[in-house]
């Protein structure tokens, strides 16, 4: 058994995967901004962002590594299918990788990062609203706050003592 340290359980290796690869805060993000290109641009974002859009990347990437190999001269062309090795492929997948995904994606990324950087600034404002407020409270000086249960807690002294 392991043991709790003071912070709290101790991770597990694959901890930090759940939360990377799942989406399921998508629907609460999308909830937070208004208008379909912000709620588009909040999901691609975060869908392009995760361990499993990687994932498919790097399987169109390697798509075409046979085909280029074989061209090259390194691996004998019966060594892959013909399907697999067809030069239209390396073209296909060059056209995804160069003209749709850092084309299409990266102005959409951008829209989406900077409505989630709105949003993020909106709570930021209003966390700091929140400690002002609450800070003002503790305030012993500051009226309506501690100041009167002070100025109260003085007053039973004064009529305990007369």
Known sequence: MAETTAIG??????????????LKGLGGEVKKVE???AKLAVILT???GSMACAYVFCLIALASLPAVITQTGWIPKTTFPSWLINVSLIALVAWVAQTFLQLVLLSVIMVGQGVQGAASDARAINTY???VAILDRLDVRTEGGLKDIM???DEL??????
């Not at 359980?9 to 799942?22: D, E, Q, T, W």
């Not at 002294?157 to 007369?162: D, H, L, M, T």
């Open 46 to 48: 975060n869908v392009v």
């Open 9 to 22: 359980p101790p991770l597990s290796r694959n901890h930090h995967m759940a939360r990377v690869v799942s």
């Open 157 to 162: 002294k004064a009529a305990a003592k007369g």
């Open 151 to 153: 100025d109260r807690l």
């Open 35 to 37: 208008g379909f290109n």
């Open 129 to 131: 609203n929140d400690t």
